[in-house]
């Protein structure tokens, strides 16, 4: 069989439907003349292919490493055509869909064998000029007057070369979308892999070539989710700091950077990553090589949980009390619970006064005055908001492990929205 039939291109629509044929400007006489010598190319085809293979061989270059590799399969692909499209000159309607697949298949496999265009249909040209140079020495032969004749076909003839050039050029491009899509879902698939952290330590050398990223190396995972995440996948920078790499890929509910920070600092990606407002961005650790990177997937989920609804960047490493928090979230709503449980209950207006009075005292690092600062009140009035949050709780400023449990239930609170 030639090179087609061992092709795997069933898969492809296949050649489009042919179009009615140009009027032609052809007399019975001329036919004539067209098809006793279109026979006698068809008797000594063997020469005729040798011919072309050597002609092919010698203006060529991409036929000519074609030849080196198979020269048996060249000779094959290159006899083939020719059988089928000289003999369509002779009978076009019974041979005109055989000619037609088997120059489309030619197309599809030599696009998959990275064959280049331009050499294929320079190939098919110059069959096309080898196929009416013999048809005119044939009629030479036969008699000097039939050549005349031959005019009146030269429009058909070339016609057909041009159609079977656009046959080959449909078929190599379909086969070409068909390898890229297959080289994309390949590198999907990989990507996906490495980021369920499923992939084997054996493959990991043939995923590190495939997805150009070196098997060991300082990596961390960007998680990009919002309503606004559309819009940030036109603008995410193909490339984060210098000296790092990212590889993007896309899933439903968000999209997954893989970086290779290499040298540069968690914070200088933080820096890069930022996106359009309503943008949540989560950021994991680092982690070393690419058979850690599911662990760093996990971790930038758990970044991308303790980011506000609202927006914004965050960065594991610098909110690791929230991470554990929203990271086993049953245990942050019983620490909120056992914590604010008293301050929950009250009436809305006077919980939420209490709840952002201990807030804004916590963020100014115990300040009453820079907190009243903050809240538009006097100091005295956060010190006596104060004391009344310690009376429902229980739990008292001054002391430091108190302090940490109202800490972390507050952040509880915010992140895992307990009203």
């Known amino acids: 069989m030639p090179h087609a039939a061992r092709s795997g291109i069933r898969a492809l629509p296949g050649p489009p439907p042919a179009t009615p044929p140009a009027r032609s400007l052809a007399t019975a006489e001329a036919l004539t003349v067209l098809h006793r010598a279109a026979r006698r190319l068809m008797d000594d085809l063997p020469d005729l292919t040798d011919r072309l293979v050597a002609a092919l061989g010698h203006q060529e270059p991409g036929y000519r490493a074609a030849i080196e590799a198979d020269a048996a399969g060249v000779w094959q692909e290159v006899h083939q055509s020719l059988r089928h499209n000289v003999g369509s000159l002779i009978h076009p309607r019974e041979s005109r869909e055989a000619a037609r697949r088997c120059s489309w298949r030619i197309g599809a496999v030599r696009a998959e064998q990275g064959m280049p265009l331009d050499a294929l249909l320079h190939a098919f040209r110059l069959g096309g000029g080898m196929v009416w140079q013999g048809l005119i020495e044939e009629s030479a032969r036969h008699d000097h007057d039939d050549v005349r004749l031959l005019v009146h076909v030269a429009a058909d003839v070339w016609n057909f070369v041009d159609e079977h050039c656009g046959l080959v050029a449909d078929g190599y491009r379909q086969m070409e979308r068909q390898l890229t899509w297959r080289r994309e879902n390949r590198l999907r ?55 790092s790499r990212v590889l993007w890929h896309s899933a439903a509910d968000a999209d997954h950077g893989i970086v290779l920070i290499g040298d540069s600092s968690l914070d200088e990606l933080a820096r890069h990553m930022g996106g359009p407002p309503g943008t949540r961005i989560g950021i994991s650790s680092a982690v070393d090589g690419l058979a850690a ?5 996990r971790l930038a989920e758990t970044a991308l949980q303790a980011c506000p609804e609202s927006g914004g960047t965050v960065l594991l ?13 049953g245990l942050g709503a019983a620490l909120a619970e056992r914590v604010l449980g008293p301050l929950l209950r009250l009436d809305p207006g006077d919980r939420d006064l209490l709840l952002d009075t201990l807030a804004a005292w916590l963020d100014c690092d115990g300040s009453a005055r820079r907190a009243g600062a903050r809240l538009y009140c006097h100091r005295n009035t956060v010190l006596n908001r104060l004391r009344r949050c310690e009376q429902l709780t229980g739990r008292f ?16 609170r915010r992140h895992l929205r307990i009203v």
């Open 189 to 243: 698939l990989m990507t996906a892999a490495l980021l369920d952290g499923t992939t084997r330590i054996a493959d990991l050398p043939e995923v590190a070539a495939a997805v150009d990223l070196p098997e060991q190396g300082r990596y961390a995972v960007v998680l990009v989710s919002g309503g606004h995440r559309a819009a940030y996948a036109g603008i995410r920078p193909p490339r984060g700091p210098a000296g």
């Open 293 to 297: 990177v599911g662990d760093a997937r």
């Open 317 to 329: 490493d610098e909110h690791l009390p929230a991470a554990l928090l929203v990271s086993a979230p």
């Open 397 to 412: 400023l001054s002391r430091p492990a108190d302090v940490v449990e109202i800490s972390l239930a507050l952040t509880a």
